[in-house]
């Protein structure tokens, strides 16, 4: 009897189950890409009414939709996507909100805007997932604006380099790159990938995320070699 009432005392004190945010676009043909990226094509390969069960075949490159970067996708000797350790895929989140500075398409992220987040939130800890809110998932539906002639919003290097500081995991962002449009040496990219720090792109939903105290759990296809893959990507708030 006495483990019964230890039983029912544990179930009444265990915490509610957390609220699951999805931050993934739904891949599907005509959705925004970086111009040279591999469209997405769904190819019906069996029919309920035919054949008895549904099947499709796609294609699709490894940096389309919501998707990780790899360190390997700039910095040799670094790891693919599927040797990112899962332990890296799951951490606190940390939302940075910058949507009222991007008026300016061309924004970048300043080192004041990371240590701003921290004079209000706290130390940004080791091992988390950062998450970058420009505003820009709300042209999603609209690929010309989306893509915008490559002027959209990202990091600076100054802003990648305190990350690196704090020994961050991920950094995501709500545009194509975590670069902002008009970079060309794609130093961001570079910076973190030679950390061993993994890039999410083109997030989605970040407006129903809190600033901290979400978990992010991140799930990239585990493409053997890849430099990136298109992946899940989900908040967990209590």
Do not use: Q
């Not at 970079?183 to 600033?211: C, F, K, Q, T």
Request: net charge negative; hydrophobic share 40%; charged share 20%.
């Amino acid at each position: 009897m006495k483990r019964i009432a230890w039983l029912f005392l544990f179930a009444g004190c265990a915490a509610p189950a957390p609220r699951v945010i999805d931050l993934t676009h739904v891949l599907e043909p005509g959705i925004p890409l970086y111009p040279g990226a591999t469209p997405l094509s769904i190819e019906k390969k069996a029919d309920l009414e035919k054949d008895g069960y549904y099947v499709n075949a796609f294609t699709v490159g490894e940096h389309t939709g919501t998707h990780v970067d790899a360190p390997l996708h700039f910095v040799p000797g670094t790891a693919t996507v599927d040797a990112i350790p899962a332990s890296r895929l799951v951490g606190p989140g940390v939302v940075i909100d910058v949507e009222a500075k991007c008026g300016d398409a061309d924004y970048r992220v300043t080192a004041e805007d990371v240590t701003e987040f921290e004079r209000r939130h706290g130390l940004i800890p080791a091992g988390a997932i950062v998450l970058v809110r420009t505003g820009w998932a709300k042209r999603w539906s609209d690929p010309k604006a989306y893509v915008n002639d490559l002027h959209f919003p990202g990091l600076s290097a100054e802003a990648a380099r305190v990350l690196i500081d704090r020994r961050v995991a991920g950094v995501g962002i709500d545009t194509l790159s975590v670069d902002y449009g008009p970079s060309r040496a794609y130093e961001v990219h570079r910076l973190l990938h030679g950390r061993e720090i993994y890039h999410i792109e083109n997030v989605a939903g970040l407006d129903r995320v809190p600033d901290t105290g979400a978990t992010i759990v991140v799930a990239p296809l585990p493409i053997k070699g890849g430099s990136g893959a298109p992946c899940r990507i989900f908040a967990l708030v209590r």
